[in-house]
């Protein structure tokens, strides 16, 4: 099994809603990513878990909470987000941590992403 | 600073082709350079990975090369298909004591009948 799973794969909340964003894998990777990503743009790092517990967290606003309540599962809680905060958002895993030394070649797995549209 | 570099931006080829993308990268010290294909609305998919002292790797039709002295990677595509039509991402990681990944802002692939 080489999937990463997301849900929902759309979501429309208004900017005093409270929702949150699931990711899922089963292959046993220890390091998992969320990414946000806009149209015609890459994905751009928000948040990295290694071994369960937050290693980057790259200056992501407080509305964007990230929880790893156990090794397969990653969630993203949103609250009083804003309309630019639409984007597609990604959910990755891998073996190790991508690029920590010289010998890890760890491909990160994408999910299949979350289309977020804040009103 | 950091950087990634794709070529060209956006391309259009006639199905059956060949073509090839570019990354000029940076990053430094250099861990390992992957290749994703991401559809629209759809998370990437990995495509190659190489470390420093790999120079060629193949996935069916596609082929990366890397020069890790010239710090740049191509992409090649053999007979493409209409479905090759995707963004395709140069990443590369950085070999420090933490995380260090670059994304290159893709090249837009276009295949015409």
């Known amino acids: 099994d080489t999937e990463v799973t997301q849900t929902p794969k759309h979501l429309v909340m208004g900017m005093t809603n409270k929702k949150s964003l699931k990711c899922e894998q089963h292959?046993?990777?220890?390091?998992m990513y969320w990414y946000k990503q806009k149209a015609k743009k890459p994905p751009e790092l928000m948040f990295v878990?290694?071994?369960?517990?937050?290693?980057i967290n790259e200056s992501v606003p407080s509305r964007f909470s990230p929880e790893c309540p156990n090794s397969s599962l990653l969630n993203l809680h949103l609250h009083a987000l804003q309309p630019e905060d639409s984007a597609l958002y990604l959910c990755?895993?891998?073996?190790?941590?991508?690029?920590?030394?010289?010998?890890?070649?760890?491909?990160?797995?994408f999910g299949p992403g979350t289309r977020l549209t804040v009103l | 600073k950091n950087q990634v570099e794709q070529s060209p931006q956006s391309l259009i080829i006639l199905e059956g082709k060949n073509c090839t993308l570019q990354?000029?990268?940076?990053?430094?010290?250099?861990?390992?350079l992957r290749w994703y294909k991401q559809d629209t609305g759809r998370g990437p998919v990995s495509l190659t990975i190489?470390?420093?002292?790999?120079n060629t790797k193949s996935n069916g039709r596609y082929t990366a090369t890397l020069d890790a002295d010239t710090k740049q990677s191509s992409l090649h595509i053999t007979a493409s298909q209409l479905s090759d039509s995707a963004s395709y991402i140069c990443?590369?990681?950085?070999?420090?004591?933490?995380?260090?990944?670059?994304f290159g802002a893709g090249t837009r692939l276009f295949v015409k009948a």
């Open positions: 990354c000029n990268y940076t990053v430094s010290p250099f861990s390992n």
């Open positions: 190489m470390t420093f002292s790999e």
């Open positions: 990755a895993s891998s073996q190790g941590l991508a690029g920590a030394s010289p010998s890890r070649t760890d491909t990160q797995y």
């Open positions: 878990y290694s071994y369960e517990k937050l290693s």
């Open positions: 990443v590369v990681s950085g070999r420090t004591g933490g995380f260090k990944t670059i």
């Open positions: 292959m046993g990777h220890r390091a």
